[in-house]
């Protein structure tokens, strides 16, 4: 009888207890946020669906092309039904959205319409850094990139076992003869049949020196390098030079011989100048004379040089390269050379490869031998389980009809 009472008192009296102050007919209910706007350029969300209850989170997302303005990206509802910021909108981007990037000597940005800008080294110059940054909220995702001089570096190797150097093995109809007029004009202008990538720079065209180099500035006049002189030289009237036994020669004298050849398939091509029996002007009947081979490859711009023999005369030779811009070159020898210093020896200058590459490398490299060791182990977990799974072998009678009997 009592607990009955008690529930009457309760229902009737309930409408007219007070919560924190407040009669509970008059509690206000909790109201969702206001509406979003949408955008042709930016949706909320990874589902595309703003969220307006309290305490609901939203991330805005522009469109490749435009930038959040405001820079922030999330809107949370609080309990007062408020956004806690300024709904953002999406503007284009332009070279001016985020600061202003610094001007990166030797090198120029472009940039494109998805919030990007892109380094452009200059010709002779490689990338040291990321070639893309991209403006995220206001700031560059990554730091400057910088445009160091491409460099080559030269290694001498000597030929094994004392054997002679190394000789490109090119059928003899393959060869074109260089034709030389006087030790005092350069050869008559030679098509590389690539184009071939010297210091960053693309040739297609060079020049050969009875005296003994190569030149990419087919405009020279002047066939001879000052005796003994060592590179690189800013003083040079041409700046692109292979030397490959640099002094005065007799390329006319009898049995001298200079031809070239390109060889290989696209992408893997190799250029090659070779010449045979070429004495010192000095001694032009002389047989103790200088044999080369030179090779320019296509696919990594390696210059090679194959010495089968170099005269035993002392003379000022300058054997090096050397770039456009007349500062980048690693001289083999220079000046007055024992005669015997390069014989049954090859020497490459190598292009140096930019920071970026081989970090690119050695994370390709780290992602691919991951890929195999989860790959290995995701085949022997499935096989140990497959394993374990498969039923034990059931007997079967041989007649299923003889239990009928």
């Known amino acids: ?118 380094m452009r080294c200059d010709d002779g110059y490689s990338l040291v850094g990321d070639e893309v940054l991209t403006c995220i909220n206001a700031q560059w995702d990554n730091p400057l990139p910088r445009c160091d001089p491409l460099r080559y570096t030269s290694k001498e190797s000597p030929s094994p076992c004392g054997c002679p150097a190394p000789s490109h093995d090119i059928p003899k109809k393959e060869w074109k003869l260089v034709n030389f007029t006087c030790n005092k004009q350069f050869s008559p202008i ?25 030149t990419f500035d087919t405009s020279s006049t002047n066939p001879l ?28 004298a009898d049995g001298a011989l200079t031809t070239y050849a390109t060889v290989g398939d696209d992408g893997s091509r190799k250029f090659v100048l070779k010449v045979s029996n070429v004495p010192y002007l000095s001694h032009p009947d002389s047989t103790d004379r200088l044999s080369v081979e030179v090779a320019l ?32 070159a690693q001289a083999a020898l220079g000046g007055e050379q024992s005669v015997v210093a390069l014989e049954d020896k090859s020497v490459s200058w190598q292009q140096e490869h930019s920071e970026k590459s081989s970090k690119s490398v050695i994370i390709a490299v780290s992602v691919i031998c991951s890929v195999v060791v989860v790959g290995v182990i995701a085949i022997l977990i499935w096989r140990r389980l497959a394993k374990k799974r498969s039923p034990s072998p059931v007997m079967t009678p041989s007649n299923p009809t003889a239990n009928l009997v």
């Not at 960053?200 to 190569?214: A, D, K, Q, T, W």
């Not at 003994?228 to 009237?237: E, K």
């Not at 296509?298 to 770039?323: A, F, L, M, R, S």
């Open 297 to 328: 490859h296509e696919n990594d711009g390696e210059v090679e040089h194959y010495y089968h023999h170099t005269p035993n005369e002392k003379q000022k030779v300058t054997v090096g390269i050397q770039d456009t811009h007349g500062g980048s």
């Open 1 to 118: 009888m009592y607990r009955l009472s008690f529930f009457l008192v309760i229902f009737v009296f309930a409408p007219f207890v007070v919560v924190r102050g407040v009669p509970a007919h008059s509690v206000p209910s909790i109201q969702p946020c206001a509406s979003l706007p949408t955008s042709p350029n930016g949706h909320w969300n990874d589902d595309g669906v703003a969220r307006l209850n309290v305490g609901a989170h939203n991330e805005w997302h522009c469109e490749p092309g435009f930038i959040s303005v405001p820079s922030h990206s999330v809107l949370t509802c609080q309990t007062d039904s408020q956004w806690d910021e300024v709904v953002p909108r999406c503007d284009p981007c332009g070279p001016l959205t985020c600061a202003g990037l610094a001007i990166i000597p030797n090198g120029h940005w472009e940039f494109s319409t998805n919030c990007r800008a892109k």
């Open 225 to 252: 390098l000052p005796l003994g002189i060592t590179l690189p030289n800013d003083d040079l009237s041409y700046k692109t030079i292979i030397a490959y036994w640099a002094t005065e020669l007799e390329s006319l």
């Open 190 to 214: 030679i098509h590389i049949g690539f184009d071939y990538k010297f210091f960053g720079r693309s040739y297609s065209r060079l020049l050969v020196s009875p005296n003994g180099f190569i």
